[in-house]
């Protein structure tokens, strides 16, 4: 499976926008960058996903680099209720391998300070 | 349109005995996941079934884990002569049954073992 790199860690302020960072340069063609989060004591929640043109939905915005190597999830407003760890996860879309099951890797630990 | 339904949310088993987990995915989901994560780890991938098939289960342990699901019924997964190490969260996600769009899965509650 494709390989992603995110901090540890990461804080903002409470309605202050959140850039959190995720870098995967072995992405291959077929390969769609999720974005998944996990508040303490729950199962994770799906928060977006795309595969070369940036995206919004209701809950945030997904910036994809050009050349497809790094993306950015953007939080426009933190609000408390978005202190989570935060998961990039690449997913095959061709039916490969990896297709059906989400790999985890450490996530970005987001707090958010009133 | 409820989410997905996992029961029990706490359970409590003895070493030994056997513990069966049941996930009742979205309405329309005909995909099924299930990931465990252990005290201060990360989520593992257990297994992906489909009604009445399995399709990958890599992340299975060899022995005492099974899965499955059902034509009718949630899926279930069963946990035999469970010991502590087994004690985790246990999550179970589903998805519809579209192909190639990087499609995205719910996830449900988890039950938490405990095996004392």
């Known amino acids: 499976d494709a390989k992603t790199t995110q901090p540890n860690s990461m804080e903002s302020n409470e309605e202050e926008p959140v850039h959190l960072p995720c870098n995967h340069s072995t992405i291959s063609g077929t390969d769609y960058i999720h974005w998944y989060r996990q508040l303490p004591s729950q199962g994770p929640e799906y928060v977006i996903h795309g595969l070369t043109s940036n995206v919004n939905n209701r809950m945030a915005s997904l910036a994809i680099a050009e050349d497809r190597k790094s993306s950015t999830l953007i939080l426009h407003r933190a609000t408390l209720r978005d202190a989570a760890v935060y998961y990039c996860i690449l997913r095959d879309g061709a039916g490969g391998t990896s297709y059906g099951k989400l790999t985890f890797g450490q996530g970005t630990i987001l707090t958010v300070h009133p | 349109n409820a989410g997905v339904m996992q029961n029990p949310r706490h359970l409590v088993r003895r070493r030994g005995q056997e513990a069966r987990l049941r996930c009742s995915p979205m309405?329309?989901?005909?995909?099924v996941y299930w990931y465990r994560q252990l005290p201060e780890e990360g989520l593992k991938f257990m297994v992906y079934?489909?009604?009445?098939?399995?399709?990958?289960e890599s992340g299975m342990p060899k022995e005492r884990f099974s899965a499955e699901f059902p034509k009718e019924g949630p899926s279930i997964l069963r946990i035999q002569q469970v010991v502590r190490g087994d004690s985790a969260a246990y999550f179970c996600?589903?998805?519809?049954?579209?192909?190639?769009?990087?499609?995205?899965?719910?996830f449900g509650p988890g039950t938490r073992l405990t095996v004392t």
């Open positions: 996600a589903s998805s519809p049954p579209r192909i190639g769009q990087g499609y995205e899965q719910y």
């Open positions: 079934l489909q009604k009445e098939n399995i399709i990958d």
């Open positions: 309405k329309g989901h005909s995909h």
